[in-house]
């Protein structure tokens, strides 16, 4: 069952949402057009978290009634946690220069942070594995117990999330890898489509003319969200298909 929501609505989000997440209650959380500025969006209003200028959702997720997000400023960036049954906010790291959302793994968090990836649990930081760059997004395969994320240079890495070990380097495929539920595959966003690789037998897919993409929680394949345009204005076709 696809449902689609469709608003109307003035100020900082009359442009229309992005990156939405859906609380256990029914609650939907998205930001604006361009992924900026965090909003519940209820029947009875819209209502930023936090301050909708810093508040970042792109990559965000939900998790035992908790969101995961990102916060920027002008002192730096700070992975942050919003509490859908508290309303508080809590920034779990002090600024840095560059930070990701965190990834649940599971007592821990992952979280890109500077140049390292860090495991933290409880208010701390409880392992840290440095790295060659700083990264803003990371995946986490919870079944095998390692992350996947995009070098400077555009390759893949795929490192053991307990004693740092890089498994495999990917040649450069897209942005935004994403783990299947199974850890067999992953999912990037190319140039020209949403490409897939079976990490296991090396085949790869391309959906051409995807934009976004979600994989299947029971299932092997994913949703993906297929546009054709000929400029951003002029949409041709936008449909949503599972492959």
């Known amino acids: 069952i696809i449902v ?12 229309g949402f992005s990156f939405p997440c859906i609380g256990d209650d029914g609650t939907i959380i998205a930001g604006n057009f361009r992924g900026a500025g965090v909003f519940t969006i209820t029947p009875v209003g819209i209502e930023p978290i936090g301050d909708a200028e810093c508040a970042r959702i792109r990559h965000a997720g939900i998790h035992n009634e908790r969101l995961f997000f990102k916060t920027i400023s002008d002192d730096g960036q700070r992975p942050a946690v919003y509490d859908l049954s508290t309303h508080r906010i809590f920034e779990l790291l002090p600024a840095a220069f560059s930070a990701g959302v965190p990834q649940v793994f599971g007592e821990f968090l992952v979280i890109p942070y500077g140049d390292r990836i860090v495991l933290w649990r409880d208010g701390e930081i ?10 803003q997004w990371i995946t986490v395969d919870t079944i095998n117990g390692r992350a996947a994320y995009v070098h400077d240079n555009g390759s893949i890495i795929i490192v053991n999330l307990e004693n740092g070990i890089i498994e495999n380097e990917l040649p450069p495929l897209g942005c935004k890898p994403v783990w299947s539920p199974d850890g067999s595959k992953l999912a990037v966003i190319g140039s020209d489509g949403i490409i897939i690789t079976d990490l296991k037998t090396g085949e790869i897919w391309k959906c051409k003319e995807g934009l976004n993409f979600v994989w299947d929680p029971v299932g092997n394949g994913l949703f993906i ?3 054709r345009y000929r400029f951003i204005e002029d949409i041709i076709f936008s449909d ?4």
Request: net charge negative; glycine share 4%; proline share 0%.
């Open 240 to 243: 949503i298909v599972y492959y």
């Open 126 to 135: 409880v392992h840290e594995l440095q790295n060659e760059c700083a990264i």
């Open 4 to 15: 689609c929501f469709f608003f109307i609505c003035s100020g900082s989000v009359h442009e």
């Open 225 to 227: 969200q297929k546009t």
